[in-house]
């Protein structure tokens, strides 16, 4: 009874991961959810070496390192089948401390979720912040159907539309359109295997993961407006993808209509004055939403979870915690969201002789070697989290050596 109190508001990857953090940090954590249960909005995530030695901290790490299924070459293709690019599973693995993991959403959560006393959720429960509090004086305030509730610290984890962060900074900007659209699908696996790959063509992508289940994660980008849809999305993935390589339109057709996911593309491009106020503090897309062409949206969130609890541990000084954790998230996650944009607006080409330019300097750097291709994800995917718990076992090295 004596454990500071946190609530989380919002169930997601980062909402769960900051409670399980907390938790373990010696907080007491209840988490409002205003769905009816923990179901993931989403299909399939990648989970980066950075999000893998976060896991770390709070004993998932070698769990989710297990669920990797990709062991062999990948890479970037054209449309036509033309390999633009290759990557090593291995070579990535040993240049930045472990595989790329790729996996459902709703695994993720159930892991993370089971970890949290069983009080700790509580869905169908929406929560308001309807006042931060003072960082070193009163307390937060987050109203709920069932009352208000006091606490020390209030995590607002409630995705791209926060009402927190609008709490928050009423003043700030609020997420822009990134200029293009994504479809998500998981389906069973094609008959013949294939190389995970992501295809880049005039104006869109299709990407194409397996995953440990048997099942495959496929996902799809193109530039469209905001808010156009088709009134049949699996005739509209086959108007734009059909002609692709295999295994595209074989992926397309055993898509159940339903099992499409569709969701136009919101990032915050400017950033905001801080991550906290009082004693509330942002997390995920609620603080800083991306673009998901470096896949990093949801690894940054997880890693916002754990430095959050890092900082602001049962005992410390609350305030001076939230401000180093606005210092340590805020320079980090501005700029993975603006070289997510910049990835964007390549992949965004659709001119004949841009696009034509773009696959031949892809090609090029990738036949200089796979380390250049690799670099891209330099200072991102090899990051590691503050305190004594780095990568799987003992060891407190950074990531494994350049190449």
Known sequence: ?????????????????????????????????????????????????????????????????????????????????????????????????????????????????????AYAVR??????????????????????????????????????????????????????????????????????????????????????????????????????SAGARAEDEKAELLRRFGDWHDPVPQIIAATAPEGILHNDVYRMDRPLPAFHRGRAVLAGDSAHAMAPTLGQGGNQAIEDGIVLAHHVAAGRDLGAGLAAYTADRLPRTAAVVRKADRVSRLMSLSSTPAVAVRDFLMSTVSRLGPGLVLRTFDGIADWCPPGDTYAAGTTTEAPGTRR
């Open 123 to 224: 869905t169908g429960c929406p929560g308001r912040l309807i006042d931060p509090g003072t960082a070193g004086g009163a307390p937060a305030v987050v109203a709920t159907p069932a009352g208000t509730i006091a606490a020390e610290l209030v995590v607002g984890a409630d995705g791209i539309h926060s009402a927190v962060r609008t709490a928050l900074f009423p003043d700030a900007p609020g997420p822009t359109y990134a200029g293009f659209t994504t479809w998500r699908v998981v389906v069973p696996a094609p008959d013949r295997p294939f190389p995970p790959h992501e295809t880049w063509g005039r104006g869109a992508l299709w990407g194409t993961q397996p995953l440990k289940d048997g099942r495959i994660y496929a996902y799809a980008a193109a530039t469209a």
């Open 1 to 117: 009874m004596d454990m500071p109190r946190a609530v989380v508001i919002g169930s997601g990857i980062g909402g769960l991961t900051a409670a399980l953090a907390l938790h373990r940090s010696g907080w007491q954590v209840t988490v409002l959810e205003r769905a009816e249960s923990l179901e993931p909005v989403g299909a399939g995530i990648g989970l980066a070496p950075n999000a893998q030695r976060a896991l770390d901290v709070v004993g998932l790490g070698d769990e989710i390192r297990s669920l990797a299924a990709w062991q062999g070459e990948g890479g970037m293709r054209a449309p036509s089948g033309r390999w633009l690019s290759r990557t090593d599973a291995t070579a990535a693995a040993e240049r930045f401390g472990g595989p790329l993991v790729l996996l459902h959403r709703s695994v993720l959560i159930d892991r993370i979720a089971a970890r949290l006393p």
